[in-house]
């Protein structure tokens, strides 16, 4: 199993970013995958989570309504858009897949077996 992340960078405040995940050693479509952040000195942070079939996602209090998961099927690809950066986004963030969730319609509302965790991308937003 490997998943690698991509697409970090240095960006201003207010700006876009959008985190590419790479899957690949697993049949994709059987695994929730999440995106994780990471400050150093604080616990790492679920920022958003999709279902293994796209059908209900998690987002951070901090990540709703302002950044987007999804996942693309023919690529083996999970895709993480985010908007409105703030200073507080600055974290190294990485993507792995998920073992186990709970719904409630649309919604992921508990998760748990976070592992194979891909090498994670930097973000830094400042000014």
């Known amino acids: 199993v490997q998943l690698q992340a991509s697409g970090g960078g240095l960006v201003q405040p207010g700006s876009s970013l959008r985190l590419s995940c790479a899957a690949s050693?697993?049949?994709?479509?059987?695994?929730?995958i999440g995106w994780f952040r990471q400050v150093p000195g604080k616990e790492r942070e679920g920022v958003s989570i999709i279902s293994a079939l796209g059908t209900s996602t998690y987002y951070s209090d901090s990540a709703k309504g302002r950044f987007a998961i999804s996942r693309d099927y023919a690529r083996n690809m999970v895709y993480l858009q985010m908007n409105t950066l703030k200073p507080e986004d600055t974290a190294v963030y990485s993507c792995a897949t998920v073992r186990s969730i709970t719904t409630s319609g649309d919604t992921i509302t508990y998760y748990t077996g976070v592992e194979n965790w891909g090498r994670g991308t930097l973000v830094t937003v400042s000014s």
């Open positions: 050693g697993f049949v994709f479509r059987d695994y929730a």
